[in-house]
């Protein structure tokens, strides 16, 4: 089991750029997928980005592709996303989470942080 805690959000100017971390504990963080969900107000919890065990393979949502990157040191058990460009709609509260087989993908995750609030003025 992994235990998820995020941290980096907090309100910043449309254009600005913020950079979101993911703790995790647990010894086998190395072979975990992980991946970062946003869910704004009102509206349902939607796919952001993820990154294979290794790092080496990543995915986007198309509405964050180019502006967001997503990264993993596992010496520090730590997962990041640097976001770039930030728009008003991006706004949200931004939740990391882990699973520990497969591929990078866009569901199916069972493990969850309780989520950092990003707030982008326009």
């Known amino acids: 089991q992994v235990q998820l805690v995020e941290s980096g959000g907090g309100l910043v100017q449309a254009g600005g750029s913020l950079r979101l971390s993911c703790a995790a504990s647990?010894?086998?963080?190395?072979?975990?997928?992980m991946g970062w969900f946003r869910q704004a107000p009102g509206k349902e919890r939607e796919f952001v980005a993820a990154?294979?065990?290794?790092?080496?393979?990543?995915i986007y949502a198309d509405s964050v592709k180019g502006r967001f990157t997503i990264s993993r040191d596992n010496a520090k058990n730590t997962v990041y996303l640097q976001m770039n460009s930030l728009k008003f709609e991006d706004t949200a509260v931004y939740y990391c989470?882990?699973?520990?087989?497969?591929?990078?993908?866009?569901?199916?995750?069972?493990?969850w942080g309780q989520g950092t609030q990003v707030t982008v003025s326009s």
């Open positions: 989470a882990a699973d520990r087989d497969g591929a990078p993908r866009v569901a199916g995750y069972d493990y």
């Open positions: 647990g010894r086998t963080f190395s072979s975990y997928v």
């Open positions: 990154i294979s065990w290794s790092g080496g393979y990543t």
